[in-house]
Structure formats: structure tokens, C-alpha cells
């Protein structure tokens, strides 16, 4: 008798300050591996962008950020935008914004599927390493991202992913739950390096959709002086932080 797959949405939680082709490839890159399992059927995807608290250097107004990620995900029939998070007064600890999809999950399939749901962190590979940075993550919230829900990471340039996991403590206690997907057709494009070349007037034709590029100019947006905008802030996870500190992570 064959097993029944686990139904899985993958949430990808960033600025999208824009949505790059990256991101939206990291979407099927992961639903690929997580099929090749045999465990996991994909059920969707969903695109969180932070809301303007976060303090970001260069962070334009949310409502651009959505807008523009709505623009780039029109073709795709699994993959939605979600304005939350985007939406709240304050930024979101991403434990947060995982229970408020994850109670939404369960209401959608109201809970009589069996194997029951799951919700996975999307995430580059880069992201992990962001558990070494004092203060920048609370260690019961990354017990319970990496223990209840899991991480889906795709490699990026010459980052190593598994090494993160390893020299983390937790990470390497629940590493059944992280699956590393590696991407073999390399693309280092990287949002930073979009609002860089638009600054300086240059083309970003086939790193970011056509429909993105034209709303970014019918905007004016990625300027010099947009650049400038949070310039000096701490960032908003930092300064909560330190409102309460905790040790970094495996210290």
C-alpha cells in the first residue's frame, strides 16, 4: 500500500525589496527536492515580505514591495502573496508570522487530512548563517523554526549550508528537519545588486520580470535618495533584542 505524501507549504519570509527571478526559482527548485522525496506532496507557496519596521537601509514602502510581487508571481499557479506580515505596526519575528500560516493551514484543511500538514521555511543559504549573529535570533525561536517546522534551504553561490547546520548545536539536533537542496544551474542575483544597477541607471532586463521593472520606474523607486531612506537605523530585530538580551545562539 502506498503512503500517503505529506501535504507542505513552503513560506519564504524576506524584504523582496524587489522580488528578483531568484526568488521566485527558489520556489520550484525546492518543490522539486521535496516531491524527489517521496514524502511531501507541495500544496503552495507563500511570499511574506516584512512590513516597513524593519529598519532596512534602502527599504521602500510595503505596498510597493507587495505590489510588485503580486506583478512578478501572475503566472504562477501555486505560489501566492501574502500581506500579513507586511501589514503589522511593528516587524514580525518570523516565528510569529510561521504560527499565523501554520493556524491558517490548519483551518484551510480543517484538520481531518491525514498525514497532517506541514509548513517549511524557504530559505537561501545565507540564512542560516544568520544564527550566528549575538542577539539577532531568540534560541526558543529558533528551537521551535527548526524543530516544529522545518527549513527548506537551497544553496547559493559558494555558500555552504551544511556547515551552518553542523556547527550549530540545535541546528544539528533537528537536521532530519532541514532539508539542503542544492542548485546546479548557478544565479547569484541578489536584490542588493538589482537596486544597485537601477541606481546607477543601468538594465536589470532578465534578473527581475519585465512587469516589476515597469512599475519600479513608473514609481521612481530605487533612487539615490531611497537608498538613503532608514540610513542610520538599527534594525529593528537588533534593537528588540537588546530590549531583552539573550545569549547568542549556542554560546
Known amino acids: 500500500m502506498a503512503t500517503r505524501r505529506v501535504p507542505l507549504v513552503l513560506l519564504a519570509c524576506g524584504s523582496f525589496n524587489p522580488i528578483t527571478n531568484q526568488h521566485m526559482r527558489l520556489f520550484e527548485l525546492a518543490r522539486d527536492h521535496m516531491h524527489s522525496t517521496g514524502q511531501y506532496q507541495v500544496v503552495g507557496g507563500i511570499v511574506s ?17 507587495i505590489a510588485m510581487a503580486k506583478l512578478a508571481l501572475q503566472s504562477s499557479d501555486w505560489v501566492k502573496v501574502d500581506e500579513w506580515e507586511s501589514q503589522q505596526p511593528d516587524w514580525t ?13 490548519l483551518e484551510q484543511f480543517e484538520q481531518r487530512t491525514v498525514p497532517g500538514p506541514q509548513l517549511k521555511l524557504l530559505c537561501g543559504a545565507d540564512f542560516l548563517d544568520t544564527f550566528k549573529i549575538p542577539g539577532l535570533w531568540r534560541d526558543d525561536h529558533v528551537q521551535e523554526v527548526a524543530g516544529r517546522f522545518g527549513f527548506v534551504c537551497v544553496s547559493r553561490g559558494g555558500l555552504e549550508p551544511e556547515r551552518a547546520v553542523h556547527e550549530s548545536d540545535t541546528l544539528s539536533r533537528h ?29 536589470v532586463k532578465y534578473l527581475i520580470p519585465d512587469s516589476v521593472i515597469e512599475y519600479i520606474h513608473q514609481h521612481n523607486l530605487y533612487t539615490e535618495d531611497s537608498e538613503r531612506r532608514n540610513e542610520g537605523t538599527v534594525l529593528r530585530p537588533l534593537a528588540k533584542q537588546a530590549q531583552q538580551p539573550v545569549k547568542s545562539l549556542d554560546d
Do not use: C
Open 49 to 65: 515580505p516584512v512590513s516597513d519596521g524593519y529598519g532596512k537601509q534602502g527599504l521602500v514602502l510595503a505596498k510597493h514591495r
Open 93 to 105: 519575528e518570523t516565528v510569529v508570522t510561521m504560527r499565523y500560516h501554520y493556524g491558517r493551514i
Open 175 to 203: 537536521s532530519q528537519n532541514i532539508f539542503l537542496v542544492r542548485e546546479w544551474v548557478k544565479n547569484a542575483t541578489s536584490a542588493t545588486e538589482v537596486r544597485r544597477a537601477l541606481r546607477r541607471g543601468m538594465s
